[in-house]
Structures are given as C-alpha cells and as structure tokens.
C-alpha cells in the first residue's frame, strides 16, 4: 500500500515555540504539499515542494517554513506557534500533477 | 486566495437519492479532480479530469467539466448512507494542487 505517513495525530504546543510537523512518503513522488483545514475555509495551501530542496509559497504562507532534504521527506516549521495557528495540518504527495495522496492530518492545538 | 468554490455548501438527501454539487474555479487548469473526506480523516481520491475531457464517469460518479465557465460538477446517483462526506474540488496547474472549501453531504437513511 502506498503511503503518507504523518509524524503526530495530536499535537500540543505553547505559544512562540518552534514546531515541526513531518511528513513522509513511499512512492517517490516529485510534488509534496502541505495544507491547513480550517471549518468552513476548506483546504488552503501553505507551501509545496516540486523537487527536493526546491519550494514554493502558497496561499497562506506566513508564519510557516518548509525543508526539503530528501525526495521523500517534506517539513513544515512553525517559527514561533501563536493560537492562530491551531488546526488541522495536512500533507499530500503527488506524481506530475495526477492524483493526491494524503496522510491522516495533525491537528495542532497551540495554547 | 482559493482556487475552487463548491455550491451547495451543504447537502442532504435521502439514501437512494442522487447528489450534485458544483465547482467553479478561477484560473487556468491541467486538470480537476473530486476528492472525499470522511470525519476527522485524510482525503481520498475520487476521479480525476483533463482539460481536454468533458465528462468522465467512475461507478456511480460522473464528472463534468467545461473549461469556457470553469466549471465542474459531481454527481453521486443511488447516493448510500456511507457516501456522508465532505467533497472538494481541486485543480492543478502546473503541479499546482488547490482546493475549494467543499461540500458536506450528508445521506439520511
């Protein structure tokens, strides 16, 4: 079965630390995404990546980073967590623009 | 800004009913595709339509697209209680993947 595999189901975190969400995948897919969910918003994308090391912004890029190292690994950093930040985090993977790949999300709570 | 705007918002039928919603779209797109997303869970893909196709059928969905309004339409017919989801359109653009805010269809039994 080919797989994305999120780090954390749950996650809680204080207010101004750095986090990390890992993401990772077994299909050898060029593209990774990661998107935020939110009720009523739907999916909004933060950052994709087409290759390793190379990145780009999405919709809502502010407040976040990524890492790129290796082709199957993809991080979302969150340089200093505020409250705002609080929801469900998705990654995804794809090949060449065909059909996405999700893991089962990260639901961030940041007190 | 989002790519994709799902009409209704909402939806509910009946087990055996038929299910529309409808995706509208904003830019240019190599492809669209349907995902599904049961609670509290990660996205499945449904199908997937070219630029160049018009309509697409996988078991009981049939897909529309029509590149002149950038529109697309989903149809679930003899819709079952295990079809109660949230539905999103998204659309590629140069590996680009966007999503709309969805549509939450619930089947009563």
């Known amino acids: 079965d080919v797989k994305v595999t999120q780090s954390s189901r749950y996650l809680v975190k204080r207010t101004g630390e750095k986090v990390f969400l890992e993401c990772v995948q077994d299909?050898?897919?060029?593209?990774m995404f990661w998107y935020r969910q939110d009720p009523g918003l739907g999916l909004r994308l933060i950052y994709f990546?087409?290759?390793?090391?190379?990145?780009e912004k999405g919709d809502i890029p502010e407040g976040y980073s990524v890492s790129r190292e290796k082709k199957e690994r993809f991080s979302l950093i969150l340089e200093s967590a505020s409250t705002n930040q609080t929801s469900m985090y998705l990654c995804?993977?794809?090949?060449?623009?065909?059909?996405?790949?999700f893991g089962q999300g990260t639901r961030l709570t940041v007190v | 800004s989002q790519q994709g705007e799902e009409d209704p918002q909402a939806l509910s039928i009946q087990e055996g009913e038929n299910a529309t919603m409808n995706c509208s779209y904003k830019?240019?797109?190599?492809?669209l595709q349907w995902y599904r997303q049961n609670s509290g869970r990660g996205l499945v893909h449904l199908i997937l339509?070219?630029?160049?196709?018009r309509e697409k059928h996988s078991g009981r969905l049939r897909v529309t697209l029509d590149t002149s309004k950038k529109s697309s339409s989903l149809l679930i017919t003899a819709s079952r209680a295990a079809d109660t989801a949230s539905y999103f359109c998204?659309?590629?653009?140069?590996?680009?993947?966007?999503f709309g805010a969805g549509t939450t269809v619930t089947v009563r039994a």
């Open positions: 998204a659309t590629v653009w140069d590996y680009k993947l966007s």
């Open positions: 339509i070219r630029s160049n196709e």
């Open positions: 995804a993977s794809s090949f060449e623009g065909r059909k996405a790949f």
């Open positions: 830019t240019s797109i190599n492809n």
């Open positions: 990546s087409y290759d390793v090391k190379m990145k």
């Open positions: 299909m050898d897919h060029e593209n």
